[in-house]
């Protein structure tokens, strides 16, 4: 597996964009370079794309701009999460717009250590309300 960054101007960009983030890390993945802020997926990024996780909500709105289309995976789509065309990102304001945007979601997400250890506490506590495993 290659685990050298990828190099490319739109993805250093991206880079640069999140620079100053807090808990920012940098991991391969779906062929690009993946940016995870807050143990959170946030943007990939690879020559011809990125791909931004904003609030699906925002996603009808996101769509009606030039370059923009869902993500389609295994032929599900997923709202939420969108592909945006290297071309209309030449500028740093339209590379800020989405940055912007998916940080933006991406602080509304839990603390990804807090859903870890409630999804521990539930698994532990499987089948009771007090926390307790219930012995058959």
């Known amino acids: 597996m290659n685990t050298s960054p990828i190099s490319d101007d739109l993805v250093d960009r991206v880079r640069h964009a999140l620079a100053g983030v807090a808990d920012v890390r940098e991991k391969r993945m779906f062929g690009s370079a993946g940016f995870m802020v807050r143990d959170h997926l946030c943007v990939t990024a690879r020559p011809e794309r990125l791909m931004c996780r904003i609030d699906p909500a925002l996603h009808e709105m996101a769509l009606q701009r030039d370059?923009?289309?869902?993500?389609?995976?295994?032929?599900?789509p997923y709202p939420g999460y969108v592909f945006v065309a290297s071309t209309t990102v030449q500028t740093k304001a339209a590379l800020d717009y989405w940055i912007e945007l998916s940080l933006k979601y991406n602080a509304t997400l839990p603390a990804a250590r807090e859903r870890q250890s409630t999804s521990r506490a539930r698994a532990k506590g499987a089948g009771t309300t007090d926390g307790t495993r219930s012995r058959s």
């Open 67 to 76: 370059g923009v289309e869902t993500v389609v995976m295994k032929g599900r």
